[in-house]
């Protein structure tokens, strides 16, 4: 089975046939630091529709930068489904993409509590027609937390792009 982000720009490349519309694409990066963009941008010809990141790392970074409320932290926590969609969709406002995905989470191995254990994360996928979350808990290393959440989040967008194919064929 082919990698995630090459699958991706399969995809991208297939919609742009069937409309001939590139979709752009963006990462707002919390827990994983930067590893979905190197994923994206790994693949030649990613820069025809990959635009750009941003690692959020602090919660004044979400706030002041992506615009995620406050409020939304402060009620929810930092690492909520809440807060990665609001980040993404803070992303693709910032970044001016069609698809922006996020992610938020305890790499570890500090900073867990009760109710958020290590290797919680919550991804985050704001498009023109919907915005999304996923919920995933990782049992690894903090280093292996951050590839599974990398999988994870290019596994979430390759979906994505494969359901917006399908509705298109549809049409």
Do not use: F
């Given at each position: 089975m082919a990698k995630p982000e090459i699958e991706i720009a399969g995809l991208i490349r297939?919609?742009?046939?069937?409309?001939t519309k590139l979709l752009t694409i963006g990462t707002i990066e919390s827990a994983t630091g930067g590893r979905i963009a190197d994923s994206l941008t790994n693949i030649p010809g990613s820069s025809d529709y990959f635009k750009g990141s941003l690692v959020a790392y602090s919660n004044e970074v979400k706030i002041n930068v992506l615009g995620v409320r406050k409020e939304t932290i402060e009620d929810y926590g930092a690492v909520s489904e809440q807060?990665?969609?609001?980040?993404?969709?803070?992303?693709?406002?910032?970044?001016?993409?069609?698809?922006?995905?996020?992610?938020?989470?305890?790499?570890?191995?500090?900073?867990a509590t009760v109710e958020k254990p290590v290797g919680l994360f919550y991804?985050?996928?704001?498009?023109?027609?919907?915005?999304?979350?996923q919920k995933h808990i990782f049992q690894g290393d903090r280093e292996q937390n951050k590839q599974d959440a990398?999988?994870?989040?290019?596994?979430?967008?390759?979906?994505?792009?494969?359901?917006?194919?399908?509705?298109?064929?549809?049409?």
């Open positions: 297939e919609y742009q046939a069937k409309t807060t990665a969609v609001e980040m993404a969709e803070g992303g693709k406002k910032l970044l001016d993409v069609n698809i922006c995905i996020s992610d938020t989470g305890i790499a570890g191995p500090s900073g991804l985050g996928l704001a498009a023109e027609d919907e915005s999304l979350s990398t999988e994870a989040a290019l596994t979430m967008l390759s979906q994505y792009l494969r359901q917006r194919l399908i509705r298109i064929k549809e049409c």
